[in-house]
């Protein structure tokens, strides 16, 4: 049974309570998740989702790819048991020094992650390199300030207020850069679900490792 962390830390905003309360903040999440999905090249036969939180997009990436190595790595344990609880391939794991060997990797998701990160640089170069040359970086990351007016206007005032622990505010011009000095090459940047990133709750870009 899957665990009840319901009971864990009521004050705490769990991934899939609030998912399972659908609504809009589930189209959002199910509208994201669609386009990571959408932009993951059929031949990869190892996808690591970095930063993988309770699983729901893990859930979804093995339905998407069967038969493919799908693997999740999170430095909360209390996630990780969330995971398992659902038979997800989760493990604990610290994404500033990788237990993963270097060239391994077809795939790698950052789902709104990088903002929680004090040296996400340091980050960003694990990942460099347990990719594979070739292999592909998702990376998605929220507008804050969007994503608070929003809340406000859905009446959704805990979530608007919750402190979410994010240490940096990117936005797509600053990621691409960051990503280029580090040695990925830009392959796609989109903003989700709008065209302006001024008006959009999420930004997406896919790197290529080269």
């Known amino acids: 049974m899957p665990v009840d962390h319901l009971s864990r830390d ?17 189209l959002c999440w199910d509208y994201r998740d669609r386009i990571i999905l959408k932009n993951i090249r059929k031949n990869a036969d190892i996808i690591l989702d970095l930063g993988c939180g309770e699983g729901i997009t893990l859930e979804k990436l093995r339905r998407a ?5 799908i ?22 794991g610290n994404i500033f020094s990788l237990n993963i060997p270097s060239g391994s990797i077809n795939c790698c998701i950052l789902s709104e992650v990088i903002e929680h990160l004090e040296d996400y640089d340091t ?3 694990q990942i ?12 998605i990351f929220p507008n804050d300030f969007i994503f608070k007016f929003y809340r406000i206007a859905a009446l959704k ?5 919750y402190d979410p622990g994010h240490l940096r505010r990117f936005t797509p011009g600053v990621m691409a850069s960051c990503l280029k000095r580090l040695g990925f ?6 903003n989700i679900p709008f065209y302006f990133w001024n008006i959009s709750p999420h930004c997406l870009i896919v790197a290529e490792n080269y």
Do not use: H
């Open 185 to 190: 090459k830009i392959i796609r940047i989109e």
């Open 123 to 125: 980050a960003l170069r």
């Open 65 to 69: 790819f069967p038969g493919k190595n």
């Open 10 to 26: 009521k004050d705490k905003l769990y991934q899939r309570t609030q998912y399972n309360k659908g609504g809009i903040g589930r």
């Open 157 to 161: 005032f805990k979530e608007a207020f």
């Open 71 to 92: 693997r999740g790595v999170d430095i909360n344990k209390e996630n990780i048991d969330i995971c398992r609880s659902f038979n997800l391939p989760a493990e604990e």
């Open 128 to 139: 460099k390199r347990v990719l594979k040359e070739g292999g592909q970086l998702l990376i």
